[in-house]
């Protein structure tokens, strides 16, 4: 492959007995190349903001919502099921969040209309043995009764260009032609680095981006918009991407495609960009079917006992 991926080991108990519990990149490399070296936690894919029964709730990583420091014993993120293709090529979770153990929903004593509301998140994802990119998909299902008002998609990664001792000279910009934020080395030049960027497809651009250093990239619940800063660097540097749908609906399903694409000087990793996009278009009609496939609704009762419980999580 010349994706080469090293995930985030989330719990050594469930490594132990084989179950995958995540999809947080550690490192990535791109013909040899390192482009990711143990990104910042909470700029490490997915995040969701949304307000339900008028509660703000905002999760900064999905992918580490056992690190969210809410001392409970009942998981806000439940991992119900996870499946992969034979050769690890193609791997789907599915995951049940209960937005009415959020703390302050709690703490309000908001009584649902019905037991136990939930929102569903599925993620497919597609990586390829020739094919200079990774493709994802984020699928969100409203099983609550209320509406999810003013829902923000998050997508943040915080890449490394030649690794961990080569922050110092990235720089991060946002193709406003191409609508993909990309990091490279302003060392080396966009015409020979490595260069790595996320983007989505062409009825689905983003409502904001931002480029800039990752402590400045924290999303919070009084600043929930990206800035639209389209460059940073040379410095330390990290990308976002958001995407906002004023509700949700009951029942209603809302799916986020984006792809993570590689290439090795500009001209390269455009095309790679303008191949990418097609094929993530020619994926993306076929994910509802996907979600509603039966073993996506199964619930592993392993999965459902252990899954993102304080008790089990590794505490690093």
Same mark, same amino acid.
């Given at each position: 492959?010349?994706?080469?991926?090293?995930? &985030?080991?989330?719990?050594?108990?469930?490594?132990? *007995?084989?179950?995958?519990?995540? /999809?947080?990149?550690?490192?990535?490399? /791109?013909?040899?190349?390192?482009?990711?070296?143990?990104?910042? @936690?909470?700029?490490?894919?997915?995040?969701?903001?949304?307000?339900?029964?008028?509660?703000?709730?905002?999760?900064?990583?999905?992918?580490?919502?056992?690190?969210?420091?809410?001392?409970?014993?009942?998981?806000?993120?439940?991992?119900?099921?996870?499946?992969?293709?034979?050769?690890?090529?193609?791997?789907? #979770?599915?995951?049940?969040?209960?937005?009415?153990?959020?703390?302050?929903?709690?703490?309000?004593?908001?009584?649902?209309?019905?037991?136990?509301?939930?929102?569903?998140?599925?993620?497919?994802?597609?990586?390829?043995?020739?094919?200079?990119?990774?493709?994802?998909?984020?699928?969100? @299902?409203?099983?609550?009764?209320?509406?999810?008002?003013?829902?923000?998609?998050?997508?943040?990664?915080?890449?490394?260009?030649?690794?961990?001792?080569?922050?110092? +000279?990235?720089?991060?910009?946002?193709?406003?032609?191409?609508?993909?934020? =990309?990091?490279?080395?302003?060392? !080396?030049?966009?015409?020979?680095?490595?260069?790595?960027?996320?983007?989505?497809?062409?009825?689905?651009?983003? +409502?904001?981006? !931002?480029?800039?250093?990752?402590?400045?990239?924290?999303?919070?619940?009084?600043?929930?918009?990206?800035?639209?800063?389209? @460059?940073?660097?040379?410095? &330390?540097?990290?990308?976002?991407?958001?995407?906002?749908?004023?509700?949700?609906?009951?029942?209603?399903?809302?799916? #986020?495609?984006?792809?993570?694409? #590689?290439?090795?000087?500009? &001209?390269?990793?455009?095309?790679?960009?303008? !191949?990418?996009?097609?094929?993530? !278009?020619?994926?993306?009609?076929?994910?509802?079917?996907?979600?509603?496939?039966? #073993?996506?609704?199964?619930?592993?009762? &392993?999965?459902? *006992?252990?899954? =993102?419980?304080?008790?089990?999580?590794?505490?690093?």
């Amino acid at each position: 492959m010349d994706v080469l991926v090293d995930y &985030e080991t989330v719990c050594v108990n469930c490594k132990e *007995k084989g179950y995958s519990f995540g /999809y947080t990149f550690k490192t990535i490399k /791109y013909k040899n190349r390192t482009v990711m070296d143990i990104p910042t @936690r909470y700029l490490n894919g997915p995040c969701i903001a949304f307000e339900y029964k008028e509660i703000p709730i905002l999760i900064r990583s999905l992918e580490n919502s056992h690190h969210l420091g809410v001392a409970q014993k009942t998981p806000l993120f439940t991992m119900i099921n996870a499946k992969r293709n034979n050769d690890s090529t193609i791997t789907r #979770f599915t995951y049940l969040y209960s937005p009415q153990y959020h703390p302050e929903v709690v703490k309000k004593k908001i009584q649902p209309e019905r037991p136990d509301p939930r929102v569903l998140e599925y993620v497919d994802i597609y990586r390829y043995h020739d094919k200079p990119y990774i493709l994802m998909f984020y699928s969100f @299902r409203n099983s609550t009764h209320d509406p999810l008002r003013n829902f923000n998609f998050y997508q943040f990664y915080d890449f490394d260009i030649n690794g961990e001792e080569g922050y110092k +000279t990235d720089s991060a910009e946002y193709d406003e032609k191409l609508n993909i934020a =990309f990091q490279y080395d302003a060392q !080396e030049g966009k015409q020979l680095s490595p260069i790595v960027g996320i983007g989505t497809i062409n009825d689905n651009i983003p +409502t904001h981006f !931002e480029c800039n250093a990752p402590q400045d990239l924290l999303i919070t619940p009084e600043r929930l918009n990206l800035r639209d800063c389209n @460059r940073k660097g040379p410095a &330390e540097c990290a990308v976002g991407l958001q995407w906002h749908i004023p509700s949700i609906g009951p029942g209603q399903m809302e799916v #986020f495609p984006v792809m993570m694409v #590689f290439g090795l000087g500009e &001209e390269k990793f455009k095309a790679n960009v303008l !191949e990418a996009r097609a094929h993530l !278009e020619k994926i993306s009609p076929s994910i509802f079917n996907v979600v509603n496939g039966k #073993f996506r609704q199964l619930i592993d009762p &392993e999965l459902e *006992k252990m899954s =993102f419980s304080m008790r089990e999580w590794c505490k690093d």
